[in-house]
């Protein structure tokens, strides 16, 4: 059984920055898909940032590309994303999530293509 957790979230000011990290267990393989997913209120939830683990292929969002950084560490099993010159509209619930087994490809942002979800952890950018 794969388990998730989420750390780091919390409230900073326009342009600040913050580190999420998600402890992940349970993985069979060392390739595995790890995404990170935010939901802000009365919106769909959408898929920010994904790596291949072990390869270290990585894939973003328009909205965040050139601000936030997925990375891994697999010294420690987990999967980390830097989020720079963070703004209101970032402003959501933040997941990771994980398809064991996967080089995340075309699916990477879809929600329902992964299989084992953390808890989330709050972020918030006051306007």
């Known amino acids: 059984q794969v388990h998730l957790v989420e750390s780091g979230g919390g409230s900073v000011q326009a342009g600040g920055s913050l580190r999420l990290s998600c402890s992940v267990s349970?993985?069979?393989?060392?390739?595995?898909?790890v995404g990170w997913f935010r939901q802000a209120p009365g919106k769909e939830r959408e898929g920010v940032a994904a790596?291949?683990?072990?390869?270290?292929?990585?894939h973003y969002a328009d909205s965040v590309q050139g601000r936030f950084t997925i990375s891994e560490d697999n010294t420690k099993d987990r999967v980390y994303l830097q989020m720079n010159g963070l703004n209101p509209e970032d402003t959501a619930t933040y997941f990771c999530?994980?398809?064991?087994?996967?080089?995340?490809?075309?699916?990477?942002?879809?929600?329902?293509?992964?299989?084992?979800w953390g808890q989330g952890t709050q972020v918030t950018i006051p306007e």
């Open positions: 999530a994980t398809v064991p087994l996967s080089r995340c490809g075309g699916r990477w942002d879809v929600r329902s293509w992964y299989r084992y």
């Open positions: 349970g993985f069979t393989s060392v390739t595995n898909c």
């Open positions: 790596i291949v683990t072990y390869e270290r292929t990585t």
